[in-house]
């Protein structure tokens, strides 16, 4: 009876709040946790569960909740990451408070409609190949949930570990540290924005709203080898003020996983890309893009990559991923490889099919339901091109270093992928692009104050005033700012000599870093598309 009663005082011990609100796990072993936050759900929302130092194995899946969602919750755990993520103020990590996944288990974390859900102080190592090891997943339905997941050490042990799959939230993922193996092809963070398991339809008929709350931010971290990120299902994320030492960003193009479309949207500013004599694997581009639209601007970079961004339409040929015949699959865009194009491109040319369906610079479209062989779209009622908005990728103010490697590279994609079309490229004495004439309002981006700005234009050109908007709350900006300036707004030319504000940065740092409160991303059902 006496030992009965020490059993049970030390379990209420292993759940009794330290204090008002927070829940204390006795260990970080994966039973501990999953009581603690099983209790601090009981008790309301907006509870903390604390994880303390120690190391633990986890060796199977672990979901959390174990049933229904999770509430406003934090989870915290004790290890200590300093640093800003820049080239001089590395994220440095002590691990104190470390989980183990052993036989590819994996940790489910369920955010409910409209929550606001934290990680934090832990750092996760994959003993074993695991695909996720922290799986943060929204719900089918309802306001996105916000995330934060900060300070947090991804070590991952062999080639093909994740430290995070993230799928239908928002938010920010800050002052973490990500170490890959060298020479490894791995992710570090993958995303995903399937709404109602959709496979990124619904994401790639709503507006873009670059520069919005509604997407995944990442900032101020520190990559080391592998490859930062993958993007797919209509995913939508930002990079902004990370170092990527020896690694890449990318995205996941449509065709390149069955169904599921390619990434919708990012953007890209302000990063260092530094890469070391004898990189590998990882140093073949900073930037590899083959899905959606957005912005690169303001990054720093150097030749021993083989090129900043390459850009690239992946359905034009088998090379990468090999297609299926539509109503199979998302077929061939034009027919220049095989004879056969598809009806989910818009094939203003029969060869080309251009635009391909998703590519880079396409947008909004029409909605898509239903699984191969029955996919349609949704207004038209049949297997069509979704009548997507022509948006195309903005390039501006980049530093790339040494003359070795190629700036901007468009492959075999050139009848596809057009500048001043598709993407428009920097034009400035200092771009890397080529394009080093002064911005005259009829090709490319400029730069400069409004004052300065060309007040003729022709359609489709942008232009970055550097003295405008306020977006930039820091009181250091990235490692570009003497470049584009620490504030700045995009204007876009809407039509002959008409110019329109197109794009503001989301304020930085992220307010979730500053405990504020976020305003929910727009909601899922506004659709709109060019016809």
Sequence with gaps: MRMMKCLLFGLFLSVVPAHAGTFAAASCNQTDVASAIASAIAAGSGNTVTIPAGTCTWTSNVTSPASG????????????????????????CTDNTVINSSGGAKWYLLAGAGTTVRLSGVTLNTAATTDGFVNVQGPSSGTVPLVRLDHIHGNMSSN?????????????????????????????????????GDSGDQSWANVTGLGTAGYMYVENNTFNHGVANDGQEGARFVFRFNTFNDTSVQTHPTGGDGRGRGARAWEIYDNTFAAASGCEVECGNAFFMSSGTGTVWGNTGNSVYSGFVTIHSMRINDATYP??????????????????????????????????????GQGVGDLLSGNFPSVTNVALGTPAWP?????????????????????????????QLQSNR?????????SPSGCTSAFNGTVGTGTGTLASRPSTCTTGVAYWATDQGNWNTAS??????????VQGELFKCTATNTWTLFYTPYTYPHPLTQGTIVAPPPPTNVQGTAH
Excluded: K, M
């Design 160 to 196: 093909g570990d994740t430290s995070f799959d993230i799928a239908s939230v928002t938010g920010v993922i800050d002052h973490s540290l990500f170490d890959e193996p060298v020479s490894s092809e791995g992710n570090s963070i993958r995303f995903f924005y399937p709404l109602a």
């Design 476 to 485: 250091t900006a990235g490692p570009q700012s003497s470049v584009v300036g």
């Design 69 to 92: 969602t999770l509430p406003n919750i934090s989870i915290i755990g004790a290890t200590n990451c300093t640093g800003t993520g820049s080239a001089t103020s590395p994220i440095a």
């Design 387 to 415: 009548r997507q908005a022509l948006e195309p990728v903005y390039e501006w103010g980049d530093a790339w270093t040494g003359s070795s490697s190629v700036f901007w590279s468009v492959g075999s994609s050139t009848a």
């Design 422 to 430: 598709d993407f428009y490229l920097w034009c400035n004495a200092s």
């Design 323 to 360: 297609q299926t015949v539509t109503p199979n699959g998302w077929g061939y865009c034009g027919t220049a490889f095989n004879g056969t194009g598809s009806n989910w491109d818009r094939n203003t040319s029969s060869v080309t099919g251009y635009p391909c369906l998703d590519q880079p």
